[in-house]
C-alpha cells in the first residue's frame, strides 16, 4: 500500500552520531564535500574514506543500509564511467581494439570519479540516516536564520516543509481510499492508450486536490486560532544544544580536512 | 460575577462570495451569557448557526450588528485578537487538520511556541496537556500512528497548552467511533471538572449534550431553547420538530406518560428511567 | 439461496513481517438475497476489511469468496464485473466526487459499465430520485453542494449502477439527526424497491436495530455471528463484552431483567419497550 513507503531515510536507532547536534551534522557534511573535492591526489580519497568509514562506525547503521543508497545510482556510474574510460586520451595506451583505445588516465580518472560519488553517497546518507526530518528542518531553519536580515522567509520556508511532511502520510492514505473508492465504481487505471490513462487520473486527482485544499484551509484556520503569527517572537520546545561531542566532531572534521588540503599541496 | 462570554444581539450573514446563499442570515439578534466555569452543550442540526456562533467566540468571525464579548474584551477589537485567541482555545471536528508537527509533543507545544513561552515552561505545559487528556505515553509518536480519538485528544492537549480559561470544541465527534467519542468527551468533562475550564461543546448528539450543566438548542439562527439538559430533553415533541433526537429512554418515558402511567418527565438517563420504573412497578398491588 | 459466500476467508496483513496481523480470520458466511443487513463491530474488527473482500478489492490470503456461486478470483478479467455487481460506498464518500456537474458524477459508475445514453439518464435520474436530490441540482457542480447533499450524490452515483450487493460504510458518519433519518429510510426503500442485498456497515446500534433483519458481528477479525437481528439482540451481554455499545433501551430491558422482570430478551427498540412495558404495568401482575 501507499502508506507503507518511509519518508526521509530515518534510521531510528542510538548512537553517537544520531545524538550530535544537526546543524553540526549539516556543517561536517559540507566540510566533508569539500575535503572530498578539494583535491586530486590518492590520499584525498584515502582520508575521505577515512574520514566515511570512522562516521559510518560511529552511526551503528549496517552497511547494507549504505549499500541501498549507493544502488539506486550504479546504472548511471557504470555509464559514466565508460564513458571517461574511451573518451579520455591522456598518458600512454593501456589497451586497444580496432578504433577502440584505453588511455591509462581514462582509467584513473574513473576510478577517481566512482570513488568520490561513492563516498559523497555514503557520508551524505549518513546524515539523513541519522537525523530525524523534523530535526533537519529546524537545523536548516537555525543554519540559514542569519538569511532572515536579507528578509528570505526562512522560518516560512521551515514551516512549509514541516506541515508537508506532517502531511504526506495523511494524503497518502487519502489516495489509496479514493483509489479504491473510484475501482469500486469501475474506474479503469491500469487499461487504454496514453490519453485514455491520463483521464483516467483525473477521478483520482481532482478530488485529492480538493481535500488537499480543503486541509490546507482548515489547518490554516486551526494554527491561527493557535495563536500563530509567524516566526516573530516564537520561542521553541527543543532547543537545540552543541555540546562537547558536537566540539570534538568539528575539531576532528577540520583536521581532516587541513589533511586533505596540505597533501594536495605536497603531492602535486 | 463575571461572564466568561457575553453575546449581545448578534446578528450575521455570510458575505455572498464565500459560498454561502446570498444574504441568508445565519445568526438572528443572539443574546446569551455563558458563566465561567460552566459546560454549556450548543444543539441544533446542520445549518441551524450553531458553529457561526461558535465561530464568533473567538474571533474568527465578528458580527456584523451587535457586539461578542470574551472576559470582557470585544471580539472585535482587532488589537486584542491574540489574547481572545489565547483565551478561548477551539477545537475543530477533523483532528487530522488541526494537528501541524510530525511528533505529538511537538505538535501540543505549538501554540505555547507561538505565544513566546520560555522552553522550560514549554515543557512542563506540554506534558501537564497530554496528561491532562492521557495522551503522556504516546508523546513522541507520529500522528499517522493514532486513532481519530487519540489524535482528537491531542488537538484538545494542543489548546489546553496555552492554559485558556474556555475551551470551544465544534462537533469534535462528529469524525469518531464510539470508542473516540467516549475518550474524547472523558476528557472534555476532566477539563471542565477538575481544571476548571468553561467549555461549549457545539454537537448535534443528543447523548453529548446531556453530560453538560446547561443545554442551548439553536435552529435558523435564534435561540430557541435554553436550559438543564432534564429541562430541554423532556419537551419531546419540540425536539421532534426542531430535528433532534432525545435520548431513548426519555421517549420510551415520554411514551408511557402518554398511556397515562405517572412517571416524571424530566429522565434523560438510563439509571433515572430504571429507578422510575422500578418504583412504578413495585408500588403496584400484587 | 445465497448470492454472498466466503469459505475460510482469511485475510493477512503484511504478511512476512514481524507486523503479520490476521485482519480477517478463517470467516465463513452466506449471506442471502433481498435483505437488509447490518454489520457491526469494533475499529479494528476487521469489517471494513471483510467488506473490500466482496467486491475484489483486497485479495484473500488464503480462502474464496463467492458472488452467485462463482469465486470471483477464478477469472481477474472478470474483476471490474464484480464490481459493478457489488456496489461499495466508502466512509465519506463525498470525497471522491470529482465531475464537472452532479449528473456526471452519478453518471461514472453507469458510464463505465458500457450502458447506453438512454439507459444512463434514466438511472441518473432514478438514483436522483430515490435519495432525494433535487433534480435542479443535477446540473451544477458537485463541489457546491451542501454536506449532506454531496454525500446523497455519491451515494447515487453507487446505486446508479444497480448493484445485486450494495455495500454501504457508515453512511450516516456525520450526519445530523434528522439527516440521518432520511438517509436510512431512504436506504432501506431503495432496498425494499430492488430487491437487493444492502450491508450496511455501523457504529450505531440503534440504527441496526431498527433497520435491518440480519445482523453480521464482527469480533477481532473473526466472525462472532451472522443471524436475525433480534436473536443477536438476546446476546447483549456478549455484544457488551466485545466493547460494543449495545442501544440504551436493550441495556435497560437488561437491567429490568436482572431485577426480575418478567420481559422477553428481544426488546430493542423504543415501540417494542413501551408495548411491553404496558402490558406489564396492565397485568398488574408484577414480580418485579
Redesign the interface.
Known amino acids: 500500500m501507499l ?1 507503507d513507503i518511509t519518508l526521509g531515510q530515518y534510521f531510528p536507532i542510538d548512537s553517537v552520531l544520531h545524538r550530535l547536534d544537526p546543524r553540526f551534522k549539516i556543517i561536517f557534511t559540507m566540510l566533508f564535500i569539500i575535503m572530498l573535492f578539494a583535491g586530486n591526489s590518492v590520499w584525498t580519497l584515502v582520508l575521505s574514506a577515512v574520514f566515511v568509514l570512522m562516521a559510518q562506525f560511529l552511526s551503528k547503521i549496517p552497511l547494507k543500509m549504505s549499500w541501498r543508497s549507493i544502488r539506486p545510482l550504479l546504472p548511471v556510474l557504470v555509464f559514466t564511467a565508460i564513458l571517461n574510460l574511451l573518451l579520455i586520451d591522456s598518458g600512454e595506451v593501456v589497451w586497444e581494439w580496432q578504433f577502440l583505445h584505453i588511455y591509462e588516465g581514462g582509467i584513473t580518472t574513473s576510478i577517481f570519479m566512482i570513488a568520490r560519488i561513492v563516498l559523497l553517497m555514503v557520508g551524505s546518507s549518513l546524515l539523513t540516516y541519522t537525523t530525524s ?2 530535526l533537519l528542518t529546524d537545523a536548516i531553519e537555525a543554519l540559514l536564520s542569519p538569511l532572515k536580515r536579507i528578509r528570505f522567509p526562512v522560518h516560512e520556508m521551515a514551516m512549509m516543509m ?2 508537508a ?2 502531511f504526506i ?2 494524503l497518502l ?1 487519502e489516495t489509496d481510499k479514493i483509489i479504491s473508492a473510484q475501482k469500486a465504481r469501475g474506474a479503469a487505471l491500469d487499461s487504454g492508450g496514453i490519453r485514455e490513462r491520463v483521464r483516467a487520473l483525473l477521478p483520482i486527482l481532482v478530488p485529492l486536490f480538493v481535500s488537499a485544499f ?2 490546507a484551509e ?2 490554516a ?9 509567524g516566526g516573530e ?7 537545540l544544544k552543541a555540546g562537547v561531542g558536537d566540539h570534538i566532531g568539528l575539531g576532528v572534521c577540520l583536521v581532516f580536512l587541513g589533511a586533505s588540503i596540505c597533501v594536495n599541496f605536497l603531492k602535486l | 460575577m463575571e461572564h466568561m462570554i457575553e453575546a449581545k444581539h448578534i446578528t450575521f450573514r455570510y458575505p455572498v462570495d464565500e ?1 454561502q446563499p446570498a444574504g441568508e442570515t445565519v445568526l438572528k439578534d443572539i443574546s446569551l451569557h455563558i458563566e465561567k466555569g460552566s459546560f454549556v452543550a450548543v444543539l441544533g ?3 441551524s448557526g450553531k458553529s457561526t456562533f461558535a465561530k464568533h467566540i ?1 474571533a ?1 468571525l465578528v458580527p456584523e450588528e451587535g457586539k461578542m464579548f470574551v472576559e470582557g474584551i470585544d471580539t472585535s477589537d482587532e488589537s486584542r485578537l ?1 489574547d481572545i ?2 483565551k478561548a ?2 477545537v ?3 483532528p ?8 505529538v ?2 505538535d501540543v ?11 522550560a515552561e ?2 512542563s505545559r ?1 506534558d501537564n496537556a497530554l496528561r491532562t487528556v492521557n495522551m503522556y505515553d504516546y508523546r513522541s509518536h ?3 500512528q493514532l ?1 481519530g480519538g487519540q489524535k482528537q485528544r491531542v ?1 484538545i492537549a ?2 489546553i497548552a ?1 492554559q485558556p480559561d474556555l475551551i470551544v470544541l465544534d ?1 469534535p465527534t ?2 469518531l ?4 467519542r467516549e475518550e474524547v468527551l472523558e476528557a472534555i468533562r476532566r477539563l471542565n471538572r477538575e481544571k476548571g475550564i468553561t467549555v461549549v461543546l457545539i454537537t ?1 448528539y ?1 447523548e453529548e449534550a446531556a453530560l453538560a450543566d446547561r443545554v442551548v438548542v439553536m435552529d435558523s439562527g435564534v435561540v430557541v431553547l435554553d436550559d438543564t439538559p432534564h429541562k430541554v430533553f423532556a419537551q419531546v415533541e419540540k425536539m421532534r420538530s426542531l ?3 432525545v ?3 426519555t ?2 418515558v415520554y ?2 406518560r402518554k ?1 397515562g ?1 405517572s412517571l416524571p418527565a424530566e429522565i434523560i438517563s ?1 439509571t433515572e ?2 429507578d422510575a ?2 418504583a ?3 408500588i ?3 | 439461496m445465497a448470492i454472498l459466500t466466503t469459505e475460510g476467508l482469511t485475510y493477512i496483513y503484511s504478511a512476512g513481517t514481524p507486523f503479520e496481523t490476521a485482519a480477517v480470520d478463517h470467516v465463513d458466511l452466506q449471506i442471502g438475497e433481498d435483505l437488509m443487513v447490518g454489520v457491526i463491530g ?2 479494528g474488527s476487521g469489517k471494513s476489511t471483510l467488506m473490500q473482500h466482496f467486491n475484489g478489492l483486497l485479495q484473500p490470503t488464503e480462502g474464496k469468496v463467492s458472488l452467485e456461486g462463482k469465486d470471483i478470483w477464478a477469472d481477474k478479467k472478470m474483476l471490474r464485473e464484480v464490481r459493478f455487481r457489488v456496489g461499495l460506498v466508502f466512509q465519506y464518500p463525498e470525497y471522491q466526487l470529482f465531475e464537472e456537474t452532479v449528473f456526471q458524477d452519478i453518471a461514472f459508475g453507469p458510464k463505465n459499465m458500457g450502458l447506453s445514453g438512454n439507459e444512463i439518464q434514466r438511472r441518473v435520474l432514478w438514483a436522483a430520485d430515490s435519495l432525494g436530490l433535487d433534480r435542479e441540482l443535477l446540473g451544477r457542480s458537485p463541489f ?1 453542494l ?3 447533499q454531496k454525500r446523497r450524490a455519491a451515494i447515487a452515483g453507487v446505486m446508479a449502477m444497480l448493484p445485486k450487493v450494495l455495500i454501504l460504510d457508515e453512511p450516516c ?7 440521518r433519518l432520511q438517509m436510512l429510510r431512504q436506504i432501506r426503500d431503495y432496498q425494499k424497491q430492488t430487491k437487493s442485498t444492502v450491508l450496511l456497515v455501523s ?1 450505531s446500534m ?1 440504527d441496526v436495530a431498527e433497520y435491518t433483519e440480519k445482523l453480521l458481528v464482527m469480533d477481532r477479525g473473526r466472525l462472532f455471528c451472522y443471524e436475525d437481528t433480534a436473536a443477536v439482540f438476546r446476546k447483549v451481554e456478549a455484544l457488551q463484552e466485545m ?3 449495545i ?3 436493550a ?2 430491558m437488561l ?2 431483567r436482572q ?1 426480575g ?1 418478567d420481559l422477553p430478551e428481544d426488546i430493542y427498540t ?2 417494542q ?2 408495548d411491553a ?2 402490558q ?2 396492565r397485568k ?3 414480580s ?1
Open positions: 502508506k526530518p523534523i514541516s506541515i511532511l506532517r502520510p495523511t492514505e480543503r486541509r482548515e489547518l484556520t486551526a494554527m491561527e486560532c493557535r495563536c500563530y503569527r517572537g516564537r520561542t521553541r520546545l527543543r532547543q | 459560498g442540526h446542520n445549518g473567538n474568527i491574540f485567541r489565547q482555545g477551539m475543530f471536528q477533523d487530522d487538520n488541526q494537528i501541524v508537527a510530525t511528533v509533543e511537538e507545544a505549538f501554540a505555547p511556541e507561538n505565544l513566546g513561552v520560555p522552553p514549554i515543557r506540554v507520529a500522528p499517522s486513532s488537538a494542543g489548546v496555552m462537533e462528529a469524525m467511533d464510539p470508542q473516540g448535534h443528543m430535528g433532534l433526537d435520548p431513548q429512554v421517549e420510551l411514551e408511557l398511556e402511567f438510563e428511567c430504571l420504573l422500578a412504578l412497578l413495585e403496584k398491588p400484587i | 469494533h475499529t457546491a451542501s454536506g449532506g458518519a456525520g450526519l445530523d439527526p434528522k439527516g457504529h440503534e466493547g460494543l455499545r442501544p440504551q433501551i441495556s435497560l437491567a429490568l431485577r422482570c423504543v415501540p419497550a413501551k412495558l404496558v406489564l404495568l398488574g401482575a408484577v418485579c
